[in-house]
């Protein structure tokens, strides 16, 4: 994990936040949290929450799920795990890896798709190869907005880990969400308002009261063994992919479809 440093990346220590905030008449957030930290960093500033949107992607699906595995060398009986969005060490791939090696044995059909753009200075299949996992990934590269929702039905579950993370709120994941497929995603500060489920424990990590219905998985940062047990419970658990994927649909159809963005717009 890389819990010790940012990855290289000052500005997420120095995000030069003062400039725009001060020069703005209003400021548009994504998320609570952010929301209540700006506000109280910026007291002068006017600060509301605007709900991120994306759209439906079930009606639009493509091509099968076994023609996409098919397309690139994934065998058709697999668990596929896939990652989605630009393919960076931020995106906890390393972990999936090294997650992926240590299963290999017990869950032999998981497989991980990764599906994004690559960044020169992060090679995931070199990575791959180095821990003995290579036959077990594929990389898609970038794929096309049109094309996204047949490779989102095609997978059985979805990671979406962050670190380090500007607080921002992920679009792939609702993407992810809004296709009714179970995600696994870092416990962090800005989440806290969302459900979601400690596999250890299968207790409901929630700070918005009164809900106790998970609509994806949190892994802690520091603990290593979270992630490799939410893979293994989802890929051996085709019960809970599908309670968790239809909470999922609810959760994106109430939070992050587009009317609701709309709807906050015209009420800004």
Same mark, same amino acid.
């Given at each position: ?155 059985? @579950?979805? +990671? ?7 607080? =921002?709120?992920? &679009?792939?994941?609702? $993407?992810?969400? %809004? !296709? ?44 290593? @063994?979270? +992630? ?7 890929? =051996?658990?085709? &019960?809970?992919?599908? $309670?968790?994927? %239809? !909470? ?21």
């Amino acid at each position: 994990m890389t819990v010790s440093g940012l990855g290289g990346s000052l500005y997420y220590l120095w995000p030069m936040l003062r400039v725009p905030v001060e020069a703005a008449r209003v400021l548009a957030v994504h998320n609570a949290w952010l929301e209540g930290e700006l506000a109280g960093l910026y007291p002068a500033a006017t600060v509301i929450r605007v709900h991120p949107g994306v759209a439906d992607p079930i009606a639009d699906a493509g091509a099968s799920r076994a023609d996409v595995l098919a397309r690139h060398g994934v065998p058709p009986d697999s668990i596929v795990v896939a990652s989605f969005g630009r393919v960076t060490p931020e995106k906890g791939l390393s972990d999936a890896l090294m997650a992926l090696a240590q299963l290999a044995d017990t869950v032999p059909l998981l497989r991980l798709l990764v599906v994004g753009g690559a960044d020169g200075y992060y090679d995931v299949m070199a990575e791959a190869r180095r821990r003995g996992v290579e036959d077990r990934v594929a990389v898609a590269g970038h794929v096309e907005d049109d094309r996204l929702p047949e490779y989102l039905a095609a997978v059985d @579950i979805c +990671l979406n880990l962050r670190w380090p993370t500007s607080r =921002e709120t992920s &679009a792939a994941w609702l $993407r992810c969400l %809004a !296709a009714g497929k179970p995600t696994i995603v870092t416990d962090l500060a800005h989440t806290t308002d969302v459900p979601s489920l400690d596999l250890r424990s299968n207790r409901v990590r929630c700070t918005t009261p009164g809900v106790t219905v998970p609509v994806c998985v949190a892994v802690e940062l520091l603990d290593e @063994i979270m +992630l490799r047990t939410s893979l293994r419970r989802l890929a =051996e658990d085709a &019960a809970l992919r599908t $309670r968790l994927g %239809a !909470a999922a649909r609810r959760y994106w159809a109430a939070e992050a479809g587009l009317d609701v963005m709309v709807r906050d717009y015209d009420t800004a």
